[in-house]
């Protein structure tokens, strides 16, 4: 029989091993990118670390890291706030507004299906659509993309957040004058705040994490951070020390994110599952 102690070293040991998997690759990228590309061909260890990978990604005069992350910010922050601009009002009227249940069935249904559909079986459509209507290698066409995959999410993570919150606050404040759309941005987005805050961190972070649209949607002039990161492996060459570097670097943004909107994401993700 499995003592107290014994359970409580057993969940310490699943839980160790857990998090090492996780940190084990992010621990190994960081080593590689502060080692000389001769250490890493041979596998030094240990090794004297340097700086010079960040600094030839950073600075190098090859290197256009900076506008590509630039490329990145723009189109993240751009396709969260239409996200938002968009779905927290769908969220709210299908939350609330008395619609059939066979048309919000069907809608819900046709977003988690359209949810589940890999991005890459849309870029050809996709391709063809913007080659003919001049949005091919824009970062407006890869801002449009990533409002079309995130929307989903976000109305279902919005409705989950409207439907917590009290029918009678509404009809209170239409009672004390307030027109449906006033009460709606006064009185109800408010309530909804961590849900809008879990929504729009996880539309930026697919957004500034997005690989696969953005590789065939884009060129060399608005790359951003994912494609950037896979030019770095070459025909002849592998640059394997300033791919990890800009790979470390591409985290900065995510990890503060994550640390600071941590509980906004888990209380928007389990919003509605305890009533």
Same mark, same amino acid.
């Given at each position: 029989?499995?003592?107290?102690?014994?359970?409580?070293?057993?969940?310490?040991?699943?839980?160790?091993?857990?998090?090492?998997?996780?940190?084990?690759?992010?621990?190994?990228?960081?080593?590689?990118?502060?080692?000389?590309?001769?250490?890493?061909?041979?596998?030094?260890?240990?090794?004297?670390?340097?700086?010079?990978?960040?600094?030839?990604?950073?600075?190098?005069?090859?290197?256009?890291?900076?506008?590509?992350?630039?490329?990145?910010?723009?189109?993240?922050?751009?396709?969260?706030?239409?996200?938002?601009?968009?779905?927290?009002?769908?969220?709210?009227?299908?939350?609330?507004?008395?619609?059939?249940?066979?048309?919000?069935?069907?809608?819900?249904?046709?977003?988690?299906?359209?949810?589940?559909?890999?991005?890459?079986?849309?870029?050809?459509?996709?391709?063809?659509?913007?080659?003919?209507?001049?949005?091919?290698?824009?970062?407006?066409?890869?801002?449009?993309?990533?409002?079309?995959?995130?929307?989903?999410?976000?109305?279902?993570?919005?409705?989950?957040?409207?439907?917590?919150?009290?029918?009678?606050?509404?009809?209170?404040?239409?009672?004390?004058?307030?027109?449906?759309?006033?009460?709606?941005?006064?009185?109800?987005?408010?309530?909804?705040?961590?849900?809008?805050?879990?929504?729009?961190?996880?539309?930026?972070?697919?957004?500034?994490?997005?690989?696969?649209?953005?590789?065939?949607?884009?060129?060399?002039?608005?790359? =951003? %951070? +994912?494609?950037? #990161?896979?030019?770095?492996? *070459?025909?002849?060459? !592998? @640059?394997? &020390?300033?791919? /990890?570097? $800009?790979?470390?670097?591409? =985290? %900065? +943004?995510?990890? #503060?994110?994550?640390?600071? *909107?941590?509980?906004? !994401? @888990?209380? &928007?993700?389990? /919003?509605? $599952?305890?009533?």
């Amino acid at each position: 029989m499995v003592t107290s102690p014994s359970r409580a070293w057993l969940a310490f040991a699943v839980v160790g091993l857990s998090l090492l998997s996780i940190l084990a690759p992010f621990i190994w990228i960081v080593g590689v990118s502060l080692k000389f590309q001769i250490d890493i061909l041979t596998g030094a260890f240990p090794f004297e670390p340097v700086a010079v990978n960040f600094g030839r990604v950073l600075f190098g005069k090859s290197s256009d890291f900076i506008v590509y992350a630039g490329n990145s910010l723009i189109v993240g922050l751009s396709s969260t706030a239409l996200v938002l601009l968009i779905g927290a009002p769908a969220a709210y009227s299908l939350a609330w507004r008395r619609w059939s249940k066979l048309f919000s069935a069907l809608f819900l249904g046709w977003t988690l299906v359209f949810h589940m559909i890999p991005p890459i079986t849309l870029v050809g459509p996709w391709y063809l659509l913007f080659r003919e209507i001049g949005l091919y290698n824009t970062l407006t066409g890869l801002v449009l993309t990533h409002v079309v995959i995130n929307l989903p999410l976000t109305i279902w993570l919005m409705m989950s957040a409207f439907e917590n919150i009290p029918r009678e606050l509404e009809e209170a404040a239409v009672v004390d004058g307030c027109r449906r759309s006033t009460a709606f941005f006064v009185v109800l987005l408010p309530l909804a705040l961590p849900g809008l805050i879990a929504a729009g961190l996880l539309s930026f972070l697919f957004s500034w994490s997005e690989f696969s649209i953005a590789l065939n949607l884009t060129t060399k002039e608005t790359y =951003t %951070i +994912p494609v950037a #990161i896979a030019s770095y492996a *070459g025909e002849n060459e !592998i @640059l394997h &020390g300033q791919m /990890a570097a $800009a790979s470390v670097l591409s =985290t %900065i +943004p995510a990890l #503060i994110l994550m640390f600071f *909107g941590q509980r906004f !994401i @888990l209380g &928007g993700l389990t /919003a509605g $599952a305890v009533k």
